[in-house]
């Protein structure tokens, strides 16, 4: 009697368990959060850097692929007057579908302060749309001190790679 009771216990926990597997997974490859849509992760100029000179160019580089339709993905970039001085559209690189930049215009005359960079994206990998915002500092009187904050892992992977590379140039202990 009891051992019947086990082998109905058995084959009910083990479906249950993979039902909570396959919910788990289900969630996790439905709607990945590594990497997070065609969320931007680094920028030129860099997420949160002072730079001396009023950039030009404004690109951004994400964690999918994008959808280069301009209603889909785009930026907008603000002057810290607070006007819209992006240029057009946003345009996707033909070399790196992570990759999309546009053409600002900033004011000569009140080059300085904090510019404000919005930017829409869709993914061309899952159409997952995301949209997010981050800011950079123009400084004429300033050098140029980046501050890595949302690109501290590939600050701390070029440190490896020149850790890595130096140490491989090293060479090597002569014994006598
Ligand atoms: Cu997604």
Do not use: C
């Amino acid at each position: 009697m009891r051992t019947f009771y086990y082998r109905l216990q058995l084959p009910f926990a083990l479906l249950l368990s993979m039902g909570l597997v396959y919910l788990v997974t289900g969630t996790v490859s439905a709607h990945s959060t590594i990497p997070a849509h065609a969320k931007v992760n680094k920028a030129i100029p860099a997420i949160g850097s002072t730079v001396s000179q009023a950039p030009t160019t404004v690109t951004v580089f994400t964690l999918e692929n994008i959808n280069p339709d301009p209603n889909k993905s785009n930026l907008f970039v603000y002057s810290p007057a607070g006007d819209l001085i992006s240029q057009g559209n946003a345009k996707v690189s033909l070399t790196n579908p992570e990759e999309m930049s546009i053409a600002i215009k900033p004011d000569s005359a009140h080059p300085n302060g904090v510019y404000v960079v919005r930017w829409i994206t869709v993914s061309a990998l899952d159409g997952d749309p995301d949209q997010g915002a981050f800011v950079f500092t123009v400084n004429t009187g300033a050098v140029t001190t980046p501050t890595p904050v949302a690109t501290k892992t590939a600050s701390i992977g070029t440190m490896r790679k020149a850790v890595t590379q130096q140490s491989q140039d090293e060479e090597p202990i002569k014994r006598p």
